[in-house]
C-alpha cells in the first residue's frame, strides 16, 4: 500500500513571497489533516478535512493560510504571504477508522525555510 | 485549554528499560496514541490506548489511567535505532482531531 505523498520535499522563500504544499493521502482515506511542526515541537493541527468537507480549521491562521481538498483526494496549503514564524515542517497525515480505532499515517513532510 | 506534558529528553543505555511519562488534561478523550518520530522524519505509530490498562506490543508497552489522565511508554531491551523523539497524542473528539505533546528526546548509548 503506498503511503501519504507529498511534495516538494523542501522549499526556500523569502518573506512576504508565496508558496503551496502538495499531499495525496492513502488510497480510501476520508480524512486528512494538515500539522505545522516548528523544531522541538510537536505537530499542532493546521486544519482537518472529512472527504472535502473542513471538519476543523480553528488553528489555521486564515489571514494568511489557506488549504482546500478538492474531490475529497488530494489537498493543497498555501500560505500567502509568509512570515519568517512560517519556518516549520508541514506534515500532511491521513486516517482511516478501522472497528473503534483510528490511525494517522504521516507523509515525509515539507521543509519550509522562510528568509 | 488543552496541555499534554511530557519530559524534554531522557538517556538510557543500549539493552536497558526506559519509561516516557505522558500526562494530559484536554476537553474531550478518545483514545491516547504513542508515535515515534527519528530526526528528520515524520511520525509512525507505535500504540493506541483507549481503556485504561496496559497493552503491549513486542518491545514496546502503553499504559493508560483515565482517572489519572496519564500514560506511559516502556520500551524494553534499547537498541540504538530506538534514538528518537516519542510523541504522545490525545484524541481529542469523535470526529478525530488529535492533539500532540511536545515529544521526548531518547538518547541510547552504547
Known amino acids: 500500500e503506498a503511503g501519504v505523498a507529498q511534495s516538494p520535499r523542501y522549499k526556500i522563500i523569502e518573506k512576504r513571497q508565496s508558496v503551496a504544499f502538495w499531499c495525496n493521502p492513502i488510497s480510501g482515506h476520508a480524512t486528512l489533516y494538515w500539522y505545522q511542526q516548528i523544531l522541538g515541537q510537536g505537530p499542532k493541527l493546521l486544519i482537518q478535512?472529512?472527504?472535502?468537507?473542513?471538519?476543523?480549521d480553528s488553528q489555521l491562521p486564515k489571514d494568511r493560510f489557506s488549504a482546500e481538498r478538492l474531490k475529497g483526494v488530494d489537498s493543497t496549503l498555501k500560505i500567502q504571504p509568509a512570515k519568517l514564524e512560517d519556518s516549520a515542517v508541514y506534515l500532511c497525515a491521513s486516517s482511516k477508522l478501522t472497528g473503534s480505532v483510528e490511525t494517522q499515517y504521516f507523509g515525509p513532510g515539507t521543509r519550509l525555510l522562510v528568509l | 485549554g488543552q496541555n499534554i506534558d511530557q519530559p524534554t529528553e531522557m538517556t538510557a543505555t543500549e539493552g536497558a528499560i526506559v519509561q516516557i511519562n505522558c500526562t494530559y488534561q484536554t476537553s474531550g478523550f478518545n483514545g491516547l496514541f504513542w508515535y515515534q518520530q527519528h530526526a528528520g522524519e515524520a511520525p509512525t505509530f507505535l500504540s493506541y490506548?483507549?481503556?485504561?490498562g496496559l497493552e503491549e506490543k513486542g518491545r514496546f508497552s502503553s499504559f493508560l489511567s483515565r482517572s489519572k489522565g496519564y500514560s506511559y511508554l516502556l520500551l524494553k531491551e534499547l537498541q540504538m535505532k530506538d534514538s528518537a523523539s516519542y510523541l504522545c497524542a490525545v484524541r481529542v473528539s469523535s470526529w478525530g482531531k488529535f492533539q500532540f505533546g511536545a515529544g521526548t528526546q531518547v538518547v541510547v548509548t552504547p
Open positions: 490506548n483507549v481503556l485504561d
Open positions: 478535512f472529512q472527504n472535502n468537507g473542513v471538519v476543523d
